[in-house]
Structures are given as structure tokens and as C-alpha cells.
């Protein structure tokens, strides 16, 4: 084989090793590229998931915290109104007081009474006279109170001259000339589905909020039967106090026409507890019958008794009879009825002119005396949502005077 055989032999084996080498180089590096860096494949949340998620917790707390506010908001406008009805009537206890307050118009607020404790509480007391009867005002007892004063509780009350009236004024009384309050006025790619972790945080976040809700409701839903609870005593507690009042309001004792004086009270101690009880002939009895068998005068009882369903409380009883009905006519009187359940305690004093005491026989005191000047009452009734209810008055006997 000659020389240059020998060479391009040698040429055309170093040009196929070189073939083979860099073709598995080229392999090899393809190789390690796929390892550096593999196929990648989407295991986590996305931007616009995230944002999702967190829109929905955030429309679901914006809901909850309004819900709560209104509750809370609800339960404050109850305890505003329960304050205000209780100022109310403290005027009016006020009013009693005086027996008949002059005609006129006064207003002002609660810090002589009560300092620092009803800053955003204003009253305003009007008396009228009666165009048909001298001897009768109106007491009409307004309380402002809210935001800018603008919600209001209104107490009426119609009051009598104790003392007889000689001569007829010489005229209509002025009206106190004031200037009315000033009132200040007044929140680019999408996921083809959900995977298995995404439901689970899903059904947990929701099932957060639902109990976050289940509290809330709950709580809404106590304070308002507390609220009505109270206000349902203080409703039923001020209607017996003005009957009660207005049956001792008229309570007969007449000089010229006969009649049957009746007025006894006496005062009974259960433990801590003060219960008093009354009998009295009125004319003004708070039920009449349709047909009156006997007469105008009818005798009112009022006593207690234990309440057999609930330890520390006690039944209010009331009992109605004409007056002709005395002991010894063998005729049967009818069943008191039932007026409170929740009687905490009945506290009635009499006061004589001189003194205040605890109990009253009109029958061991001689005739044009045997009724008192005045009787304060005093009754607390309990509520099974909160502390007890007191309410107290205080009431002039017209027909105790000698001048009638």
C-alpha cells in the first residue's frame, strides 16, 4: 500500500472518532441540561386564587361586623329608652311632690338630680289647666334624648287640687315663656379548577365564619329578651302603681251624706322582704261591674301571698266588693284576682299629718279623721332577665281634709 493510501485510511478513521465523539457529546450535554433543569408543573396557589380567597373572607367579616353593630346599636337604643322612662317618672314622682305645680313650662337636665350620670339626657315639664275644671292640671313630662336629642319619651299625668277651691281665679294663668332647646344636628390567568387543598381551606374558613355568626345572633337575640323582659315589668309595674293610686285617690269620707269609711293597711315582714297589704272604700274602683247591685262606694283589697313556682317571689292579689258587703251579711265575696306573679316587695306607709307610719286602722280613729293626708307606695317587682324593677308614688287623699 503506497504512502498516501496509508494517510487517507488514517484521515477517514480520526474524522469518524470525531463524528463519534461529538455526537456523544452532544448527548451527554442534552442529558445533563434535562437534569438541571426538569419540566416544571404547577403545585402551588396562584395570585389571582390568593385574591379571590381573601376577597371573599373580607365581604364575609364587612357582613358580620354590620350585623353586630345593628345588634349592638339595637341594644342601646332599648337601655336609652328604659333610662328615659325611668327619668320620666322621677320628674313625675317630682310633680307629685308639689301636689299642684303651678301652670308654666321648665326645662333642663339631669345634672342637679343625678351629676355625671345622664350627660345626654334633657327634660321639659309642661302644666296646663284644665278649661273645664279649675281644679285640675295636666302634667305632661317630655324626655329628649338620641343623637342631636331627637328621640323623646312622653309622660302625662292629670293632678287634683288637694285643698277645695273657694272662689274661681280671676283668670287664666300665664304660661312661662321660654325658648325652646336648641337641637344640634345630625363602606392573566385562570386555574381550570379546584384542587383537594383549596376546598378544604374553602369549607374551614367557612365554617369559621358561621360560628363567628352563631356567636353574634346569639348575642343579639339575648339582649333583646332582656330588653323586652325589662320593659314588659316596667310596663306592668307603672299600670298597677296608677291604679292602686288612683282607687286611694278616692277613698270616701263625706260630713254630710253617710258613708262608709274604710282605710286599713298593715305590713307583713318575710325575711328581708317588706309586703304591706290595703283595704280601702273608694269611689273610683280601677273595674266597675255593668250592673252596680248595692251601691257607688266599692271596697278594694290588695294583699300578697307567696308564689309557690319560685322561692323569694310573691303573687299580688286583688280583690273588689261593694261596700255594703260587711262582715256578717252572710253574703260570699269574689275571688281576688291575680295581678303580678313577680312581686318582689310592697312597702305602703300613711302619713297623718304629722308623721309617716307603717300601718292604718280607719276604725279606732273618730270620724272626719280616719284618713290620711297621704300614702307613699312603694313596689319592686323582679324580672328573670335582670335586677328588680322599683317604682315608687306618693298620693294625696282629697277627702281627708276637713275642709270638704
Given at each position: 500500500?503506497?504512502?498516501?493510501?496509508?494517510?487517507k485510511?488514517?484521515?477517514?478513521?480520526?474524522?469518524?472518532?470525531c463524528?463519534?465523539?461529538?455526537?456523544?457529546?452532544?448527548?451527554?450535554?442534552?442529558?445533563?441540561?434535562?437534569?438541571?433543569?426538569?419540566?416544571?408543573?404547577?403545585?402551588?396557589?396562584?395570585?389571582?386564587?390568593?385574591?379571590?380567597?381573601?376577597?371573599?373572607?373580607?365581604?364575609?367579616?364587612?357582613?358580620?361586623?354590620?350585623?353586630?353593630?345593628?345588634?349592638?346599636?339595637?341594644?342601646?337604643?332599648?337601655?336609652?329608652?328604659?333610662?328615659?322612662?325611668?327619668l320620666?317618672q322621677?320628674?313625675?314622682?317630682?310633680?307629685?311632690?308639689?301636689?299642684?305645680?303651678?301652670?308654666?313650662?321648665?326645662?333642663?337636665?339631669?345634672?342637679?338630680?343625678?351629676?355625671?350620670?345622664?350627660?345626654?339626657?334633657?327634660?321639659?315639664?309642661?302644666?296646663?289647666?284644665?278649661?273645664?275644671?279649675?281644679?285640675?292640671?295636666?302634667?305632661?313630662?317630655?324626655?329628649?334624648?338620641?343623637?342631636?336629642?331627637?328621640?323623646?319619651?312622653?309622660?302625662?299625668?292629670?293632678?287634683?287640687?288637694?285643698?277645695?277651691q273657694?272662689?274661681?281665679?280671676?283668670?287664666?294663668?300665664?304660661?312661662?315663656?321660654?325658648?325652646?332647646?336648641?337641637e344640634?344636628?345630625?363602606?392573566?390567568?385562570?386555574?381550570?379548577?379546584?384542587?383537594?387543598?383549596?376546598?378544604?381551606?374553602?369549607?374551614?374558613?367557612?365554617?369559621?365564619?358561621?360560628?363567628?355568626?352563631?356567636?353574634?345572633?346569639?348575642?343579639?337575640?339575648?339582649?333583646?329578651?332582656?330588653?323586652?323582659?325589662?320593659?314588659?315589668?316596667?310596663?306592668?309595674?307603672?299600670?298597677?302603681?296608677?291604679?292602686?293610686?288612683?282607687?286611694?285617690?278616692?277613698?270616701?269620707?263625706?260630713?254630710?251624706?253617710?258613708?262608709?269609711?274604710?282605710?286599713?293597711?298593715?305590713?307583713?315582714?318575710?325575711?328581708?322582704?317588706?309586703?304591706?297589704?290595703?283595704?280601702?272604700?273608694?269611689?273610683?274602683?280601677?273595674?266597675?261591674?255593668?250592673?252596680?247591685?248595692?251601691?257607688?262606694?266599692?271596697?278594694?283589697?290588695?294583699?300578697?301571698?307567696?308564689?309557690?313556682?319560685?322561692?323569694?317571689?310573691?303573687?299580688?292579689?286583688?280583690?273588689?266588693?261593694?261596700?255594703?258587703?260587711?262582715?256578717?251579711?252572710?253574703?260570699?265575696?269574689?275571688?281576688?284576682?291575680?295581678?303580678?306573679?313577680?312581686?318582689?316587695?310592697?312597702?305602703?306607709?300613711?302619713?297623718?299629718?304629722?308623721?309617716?307610719?307603717?300601718s292604718?286602722?280607719?276604725?279606732?280613729?273618730?270620724?272626719?279623721?280616719?284618713?290620711?293626708?297621704?300614702?307613699?307606695?312603694?313596689?319592686?317587682?323582679?324580672?328573670?332577665?335582670?335586677?328588680?324593677?322599683?317604682?315608687?308614688t306618693?298620693?294625696?287623699?282629697?277627702?281627708?281634709?276637713?275642709?270638704?
Amino acid at each position: 500500500m503506497s504512502s498516501q493510501s496509508r494517510t487517507k485510511v488514517r484521515v477517514l478513521a480520526l474524522s469518524s472518532r470525531c463524528r463519534c465523539l461529538t455526537t456523544s457529546a452532544g448527548e451527554g450535554s442534552v442529558s445533563r441540561f434535562s437534569l438541571l433543569f426538569p419540566s416544571s408543573r404547577r403545585d402551588a396557589f396562584t395570585l389571582l386564587e390568593v385574591m379571590i380567597a381573601i376577597a371573599f373572607i373580607g365581604f364575609a367579616l364587612l357582613a358580620l361586623l354590620s350585623l353586630h353593630h345593628s345588634g349592638m346599636q339595637s341594644v342601646a337604643r332599648t337601655r336609652e329608652l328604659t333610662q328615659a322612662a325611668m327619668l320620666a317618672q322621677a320628674l313625675m314622682s317630682d310633680a307629685e311632690e308639689a301636689r299642684f305645680p303651678e301652670p308654666g313650662r321648665l326645662v333642663g337636665d339631669f345634672q342637679k338630680m343625678y351629676p355625671g350620670q345622664y350627660p345626654n339626657f334633657r327634660w321639659q315639664r309642661i302644666v296646663e289647666q284644665s278649661q273645664e275644671f279649675q281644679d285640675i292640671r295636666r302634667v305632661h313630662i317630655t324626655v329628649f334624648y338620641g343623637p342631636a336629642f331627637r328621640r323623646t319619651f312622653v309622660l302625662t299625668e292629670f293632678m287634683h287640687n288637694p285643698l277645695p277651691q273657694l272662689r274661681p281665679p280671676g283668670g287664666a294663668p300665664d304660661q312661662a315663656n321660654g325658648a325652646p332647646d336648641q337641637e344640634n344636628a345630625r363602606i392573566d390567568r385562570v386555574s381550570a379548577g379546584f384542587t383537594l387543598i383549596e376546598m378544604m381551606l374553602a369549607v374551614a374558613i367557612l365554617a369559621l365564619i358561621l360560628v363567628m355568626l352563631a356567636g353574634s345572633f346569639h348575642a343579639v337575640a339575648t339582649g333583646k329578651v332582656q330588653a323586652e323582659s325589662h320593659i314588659a315589668v316596667d310596663s306592668a309595674a307603672r299600670a298597677i302603681l296608677a291604679e292602686m293610686a288612683d282607687e286611694i285617690r278616692g277613698a270616701v269620707q263625706t260630713a254630710m251624706l253617710p258613708s262608709r269609711v274604710l282605710l286599713m293597711g298593715e305590713v307583713h315582714g318575710h325575711g328581708s322582704q317588706v309586703l304591706g297589704s290595703i283595704s280601702v272604700s273608694t269611689l273610683d274602683p280601677g273595674h266597675r261591674r255593668t250592673l252596680e247591685d248595692f251601691g257607688a262606694e266599692d271596697t278594694v283589697t290588695y294583699g300578697t301571698a307567696p308564689n309557690p313556682e319560685h322561692p323569694g317571689w310573691f303573687l299580688l292579689l286583688r280583690g273588689q266588693n261593694s261596700s255594703l258587703l260587711g262582715i256578717g251579711t252572710g253574703i260570699k265575696t269574689r275571688e281576688p284576682a291575680l295581678l303580678a306573679t313577680n312581686l318582689v316587695s310592697l312597702r305602703i306607709r300613711y302619713f297623718d299629718g304629722n308623721v309617716w307610719g307603717e300601718s292604718w286602722n280607719s276604725q279606732s280613729l273618730p270620724p272626719g279623721r280616719q284618713l290620711p293626708n297621704e300614702v307613699a307606695i312603694e313596689l319592686t317587682m323582679a324580672s328573670r332577665s335582670g335586677a328588680p324593677f322599683s317604682l315608687a308614688t306618693t298620693v294625696t287623699l282629697p277627702m281627708a281634709f276637713l275642709q270638704w
